[in-house]
């Protein structure tokens, strides 16, 4: 073969490989949320979801507490290759919490809060739904507030001994009033209530449809349309809607996908490995 073939041969085949090996950082397991980068990443397909990158060949993927622990995760680069890599998820260990007390209208609520249910579910569904260019994401996240934790993302709830669906928030105990900061810039695409289950409740919209969600306040600081900074106080801990005593609620959402917010505390730059075939 003559060398201008051959060397027209090579140069195709390396041009159809990624620049670099695709590194992947934060916890791949049930309810986490991990980071890919590759200069030449395209986006990605997983479990029907699209994921696109940013013009850094950035992206974030989260898991729901029920994830399938071996998943094909489909690659796609700008160059046009593809890849399909087996994605292993480890197995998280999921808490059962029994709360006895409630209200009975709290724990099977009558038809006459339905209308209030339903109004609730369409402004949260709808604030998890905004997305933004913004990469205030990678940014190294602030616990919004110290104190004990009462109940943990995914936990299974037994209500006055019935049964509820899995808990999708990291409750965090602090007296009622306590300041509640934001873990990173980010717009409010939600300040309001008290609704049914949330209370008084601010969603923060922080790029790329990350979301995060602060529920149970017993005063909103801020506006639907603000811009807030990273450690900006964004309302007062309480106890407003479904709740026994005061707390913080903290609630994460990525592409439709409940993960648990404590990952955001440790995921953009930790635990990066690359991803071999």
Same mark, same amino acid.
């Given at each position: 073969?003559?060398?201008? %073939?051959?060397? &027209?041969?090579? #140069?195709?085949?390396?041009?159809?490989?990624? %620049?670099?090996? &695709?590194?992947? #950082?934060?916890?791949?397991?049930?309810?986490?949320?991990?980071? &890919?980068?590759?200069?030449?990443?395209?986006?990605?397909k997983l479990n029907g979801k699209t994921y696109t990158a940013d013009k850094k060949g950035e992206l974030a993927i989260a898991f729901a507490r029920d994830a399938e622990l071996q998943q094909p995760l489909k690659i796609f680069y700008q160059d046009g290759a593809m890849r399909t890599y087996n994605l292993q998820l480890a197995q998280t260990k999921w808490d059962v919490q029994k709360i006895n007390g409630l209200p009975s209208s709290k724990v099977a609520p009558a038809k006459t809060d339905w209308a209030a249910i339903q109004k609730e579910q369409k402004d949260v569904g709808g604030a998890l739904n905004e997305f933004s260019d913004a990469e205030s994401w990678k940014a190294d996240m602030l616990k919004p507030v110290e104190g004990r934790t009462s109940g943990n993302f995914g936990g299974q709830r037994i209500m006055n001994g019935q049964k509820k669906n899995p808990h999708q928030g990291w409750d965090i105990a602090v007296p009622e009033g306590t300041e509640i900061k934001a873990p990173a810039d980010g717009v409010v695409t939600l300040s309001c209530g008290p609704y049914f289950y949330s209370g008084n409740v601010v969603v923060l919209e922080h790029g790329q449809n990350l979301s995060t969600v602060y529920a149970h306040l017993q005063k909103t600081l801020v506006q639907k349309g603000d811009k807030v900074q990273r450690g900006q106080v964004i309302g007062l801990a309480g106890k407003t809607g479904r709740a026994t005593g005061a707390h913080l609620h903290w609630g994460a959402s990525l592409n439709g996908v409940r993960f648990d917010a404590k990952n955001l505390l440790d995921f953009y730059d930790k635990n990066c490995k690359k991803l071999e075939d």
């Open positions: 073969m003559p060398c201008k %073939a051959i060397c &027209l041969t090579i #140069c195709s085949l390396l041009a159809a490989l990624p %620049a670099e090996a &695709l590194v992947m #950082c934060g916890a791949a397991q049930q309810g986490g949320i991990v980071r &890919l980068q590759d200069e030449n990443l395209a986006k990605i």
